[in-house]
């Protein structure tokens, strides 16, 4: 098993961080820009992304606005960084982990996460300190494939040990909505999806909207203003 910090782990880190959208870009074009797109409508205010990786997300966004831009991993930080210049929004990049936020509390309008809750070391350390720095009602945007169901799971559970090793921490076996419930988030908006050309042992894939209620109770008004399809969503 070879330290984080190690000079092969670094180097696996940079080889990855090369591939990562060549390995990606069918399935970005088939389904996954769409629905990032999609998502990132929901956005307000002040946004802090987690996890961006190469950027994918950063065509996706208002040109207005001013985002935090922030991944732990040096590599994928220096590879978005001709999306990150070329000038739509206001954007800092940030090297951090999402288990450690280095923002006061309630300092967002917006978190968001694409692809990164399957691969972080605490996922209920991240949703706390997701919650911590978000205001009051404040939106948690995310795209995450998650544990199936049935024969899939199982294989899921059998391959993840391995894959995790190979993949940048990636778990194929993570409940993640369940987690994000547990958080203390109310899920405002949640699609269930099995997208094409994506791997079966990568699906299914939720995208959601939760509304941060870790600080007080919402009212009735702050929930109308989405389209509501409940906690288990349907199918895309």
């Excluded at 970005?28 to 002040?46: D, F, P, T, V």
Aim: net charge positive.
């Amino acid at each position: 098993m070879f330290h984080r910090d190690s000079p092969f782990v670094n180097l696996w880190h940079r080889l990855v961080a090369s591939c990562y959208d060549r390995a990606l870009a069918p399935f970005e074009e088939r389904w996954l820009r769409q629905k990032r797109c999609e998502l990132l409508q929901w956005c307000q205010g002040q946004v802090l992304e987690i996890g961006g990786g190469t950027g994918a997300n950063l065509e996706c966004y208002a040109e207005s606005g001013r985002l935090i831009f922030s991944d732990p991993d040096s590599a994928m930080l220096a590879k978005s960084l001709p999306r990150l210049n070329r000038g739509r929004l206001a954007v800092q990049p940030l090297q951090c982990r999402a288990e450690d936020l280095p923002f006061k509390s309630q300092t967002f309008d917006t978190v968001v996460a694409t692809l990164v809750l399957c691969s972080v070391c605490n996922l209920d350390g991240v949703l706390r300190d997701v919650a911590r720095v978000l205001r009051r009602g404040g939106r948690f945007l995310f795209i995450e494939h998650v544990r199936a169901e049935g024969k899939v799971a199982r294989w899921q559970d059998r391959l993840t040990p391995i894959w995790s090793r190979l993949a940048l921490g990636c778990h194929l076996n993570r409940n993640t909505v369940s987690h994000i419930q547990n958080a203390g988030f109310h899920l405002a908006r949640l699609e269930r999806h099995h997208p094409p050309g994506m791997p079966r042992l990568a699906q299914p894939v939720y995208s959601g909207v939760a509304l941060n209620r870790a600080s007080h109770s919402l009212r009735k008004e702050e929930f109308e203003r989405f389209d509501n399809i409940g906690a288990q969503g349907g199918h895309r």
